[in-house]
């Protein structure tokens, strides 16, 4: 109870404040939601992971945000000497799983379950075909089980996609991310990447809590968050237990799910789903 008492006390001196701003990671590459007026022919489409977004940048893995990720030295031993953009990952729902692995500072065998998996070239000056033919070839002549290729495919119309998006999220997937086969490398949030799920997601900054009632009492009954654009609400379900025990950190950025919005813009039935930032 003393933490979220605090948290009322700080809430007003975080108001105001976006700490996505202020993080300091890699230039990455980030999607913008499919729509339907693209040219299916003229993407590159492969499954979307759930796994932690990770940066190898020739020395170390490194996370969006810019943190260094503390993998065995084993794990990478012989990665190719170019920057690469991929998913850690272990399998489907098993994001939490491959957080609590690869966000540890003391590193464990339960490595050994983890795959890098890459799906894209930032340093390379070409488009996106180009650079997906150039880490066939790299990630071929690496030859090492923990380093694969996310697997990208092509769609003759909307129809098909749609076929492979529903068996993607039969087997457990998430959904489908689109690659415009043109596109150069380009840092930021952008259409030449589009993710395609049954539901819509974003990101939002943890600004504070408000207590649980009932059968949640003692417990985070809801965040109060803030979105990129400054927009604050409550969200208040798709939480465990335990995350309403040890709920996300004040300042930490979370994935949230929803459906809509409302004539207010505040995300229609939204559901908290993960913590990206580390607490």
């Excluded at 590193?107 to 795959?115: A, F, L």
């Excluded at 529903?166 to 596109?183: C, F, P």
Aim: charged share 20%.
């Amino acid at each position: 109870m003393f933490r979220l008492l605090l948290t009322f006390i700080l809430y007003s001196c975080v108001l105001n404040h976006n700490p996505l701003l202020a993080q300091v990671g890699p230039p990455i590459e980030l999607a913008n939601r499919y729509n339907e007026d693209i040219v299916i022919t003229d993407y590159l489409v492969s499954e979307k992971l759930d796994g932690v977004r990770a940066r190898w940048n020739n020395e170390q893995l490194i996370t969006r945000s810019g943190n260094p990720i503390s993998a065995p030295d084993w794990f990478i031993r012989g990665f190719p000497a170019q920057f690469l953009d991929g998913e850690l990952w272990i399998a489907r729902k098993k994001f939490e799983k491959t957080a609590s692995v690869v966000l540890t500072q003391q590193p464990d065998e339960r490595w050994r379950d983890v795959k890098f998996m890459i799906f894209d070239l930032p340093e390379h000056p070409g488009p996106f075909s180009e650079r997906f033919s150039k880490l066939e070839t790299l990630i071929r002549q690496a030859n090492l089980p923990q380093l694969k290729i996310i697997p990208q495919l092509r769609f003759a119309n909307t129809s098909a996609l749609m076929e492979a998006l529903d068996t993607v999220i039969a087997k457990g997937g998430e959904g489908l991310m689109l690659h415009y086969q043109d596109a150069l490398y380009v840092s930021g949030r952008g259409n030449n990447v589009l993710k395609l799920k049954k539901h819509m997601d974003a990101e939002a900054i943890v600004l504070a809590y408000l207590p649980g009632k009932g059968k949640y009492l003692g417990m985070m009954g809801a965040l109060i968050v803030q979105m990129s654009n400054g927009q604050k609400f409550k969200i208040g379900s798709g939480f465990s237990d335990d995350e309403r025990l040890n709920p996300p950190a004040i300042g930490s950025v979370i994935t949230y799910k929803y459906y809509d919005f409302t004539v207010n813009g505040i995300p229609k039935f939204a559901s908290y789903m993960r913590q990206i930032t580390p607490k």
